[in-house]
């Protein structure tokens, strides 16, 4: 059975070296909708809880949240960062408490303290389902992303990998030692 969950984003970028209205800088809410696949536990009768979807995702993709999303190669990019080391909130200020731990991988680097996020290719709808998939196919055995934002849309399934280890409490990951994060519940 699969458990669905959403997540809003609010983020800007372009299409560097895209012919149309897209080559502008612009901002976008962007509505991303992961699909997880597990039996269902029977101590609490559901596949995964939908919030617990959202905070094991949420961990990662709030670097997207209210961030600039450009690709390595385009100009704009140092152009910013010069911008931002001049006013001084490259390494961050007080207020931006909305930020998840830096990551790197092949696909994208966060940075977080200046709510940047770079990508190898363009971030198209279909850029960020690569992107998503890569950052938490380790962490949710996700079947199905969908990623909208305004009028552009793309989905994406992918083959069900792997069982998690869930709480038969409350329905979410042990932890490696088979602890429950959230109630403290043991496996034998």
Sequence with gaps: MRSIATLDLQYAHRFYGFKGEAQYLHGHTGVLTIEV?????????????????????????????????????DPLLPAILGVYEQTGIKNGTPQNTMKGAAFKTELAEAFPDCRLVVTKETMTVEGMIKIVYDLLKDKLNIVKLTFTSGVNAATEEFPSHTSIERCPLCGIALNEKGVCPKCGWKKA
Excluded: S, T
Excluded at 39 to 65: H, R, S
């Design 37 to 73: 696949e597990e039996p269902i536990n029977e101590g609490v009768n559901m596949a995964y809880p939908c919030n617990e979807i959202q905070k094991v995702a949420w961990d990662v993709l709030k670097n997207f949240d209210h961030a600039l999303i450009l690709r390595q190669d």
